[in-house]
């Protein structure tokens, strides 16, 4: 596969024209490179624009985000140095996602997990190569278990079908990113939708309602995808997350502003303590258990 060069990240985006709750995380969002430090994987399916640490800190200052999650991405492979260096730089803000290898060691764990590593991510993504291979999922599934980590699954609504009974036999904690990628022009009642709340009522998995912008097929503000975002949000308050998903890898067209993002979240969590659950206490019970309210 030959890698595409991705559109940039919007360079202003505006102030949002909400103030977002004291502690709120921004729970998927990445750093890619800068290339000249962190190199971009050789087997990658994209090549990212430059989005170093300062840039994303920089961003969460301006939206008001004061905690955040970084996920690492394909470009990086299982190279996860970019983003424990951002972690490192955060004074224990950022924790994060990794992708590891099937053979994966303790040490290494352990070692990620020193880093502020809680999790590990598979892609089940067309545009992103090939599937996570799901033996290996399961090998790598019993090594992280004993550190309390859960996984983060990405995948192709029509993978849905065929992985939904081999998530469920997965023994952990599973976060599915951006709605399970539904096509948002197709309805609350597509089968692919049905089948992700389906799935959501075994309380092992949660749900981040990011992605409004790869969900969305009527461009901006991406109003189309609220729907979705607000029943998740309403019927699975405790188990949903939010994030940026700054800079916006493989956006083909309409970059986000991640201002405008943000003023989407009181359509999508319009009570007070709907709002709250989605950017603070969920990702604080997931991601800093035992911190305590400020
Ligand atoms: C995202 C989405 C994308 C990219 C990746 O791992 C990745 O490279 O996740 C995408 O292309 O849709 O979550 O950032």
């Known amino acids: 596969m030959t890698a595409v060069t991705n559109l940039p990240y919007d360079p202003s985006p505006k102030r949002p024209d909400i103030k977002l709750p004291a502690g709120s995380c921004d729970a998927h969002c990445h750093v890619f490179g800068p290339a000249a430090k962190f190199p971009f994987a050789p087997e990658r399916t994209y090549t990212p624009v430059d989005a170093p640490k300062e840039k994303l800190f920089a961003l969460h200052r301006l939206l008001g985000i004061d905690r955040s999650v970084l996920v690492q991405a394909s470009c990086h492979g ?29 040490a290494e764990l352990e070692k990620l997990h020193e880093g502020g590593v809680r999790g590990v991510r598979f892609n089940f993504v067309s545009h992103l190569g090939k599937d996570a291979d799901i033996d290996a999922v399961r090998a790598i599934v019993e090594k992280i278990r004993p550190l309390g980590w859960h996984t983060v699954v990405h995948f192709d609504a029509n993978r849905l079908e065929t992985l939904a009974p ?71 308050t405790d188990r949903v ?25 009181p359509l999508i969590a319009p009570e007070e303590h709907s ?18 309210r400020s």
Not at 82 to 106: H, N
Not at 254 to 265: E, Q, T, W
Not at 275 to 292: E, I, S
């Open 275 to 292: 709002m709250q659950a989605l950017l603070v206490d969920n990702p604080a019970r997931l991601y800093w258990p035992g911190l305590k």
């Open 166 to 236: 081999v998530l469920k036999s997965l023994p952990v904690t599973m976060v599915i990113d951006h709605m399970g990628r539904v096509d948002a022009s197709q309805g609350t009642d597509q089968p692919a939708f049905q089948m992700l709340l389906d799935l959501m009522e075994d309380k092992r998995f949660w749900v981040k309602v990011c992605g409004s912008e790869r969900i969305s097929r009527a461009g901006p503000p991406f109003h189309d995808a609220v729907p979705f975002a607000r029943m998740l949000v309403e019927r699975f």
């Open 78 to 106: 299982t190279d996860n140095s970019a983003m424990l260096d951002a972690i490192a730089a955060s004074g224990g803000k950022y924790r994060g996602i990794a992708m590891v290898g099937r053979d994966v060691g303790e």
């Open 241 to 265: 997350l939010w994030g940026t998903d700054w800079p916006h890898p493989n956006i083909k067209k309409d970059m986000p502003d991640d201002g405008a993002l943000v003023d989407l979240l």
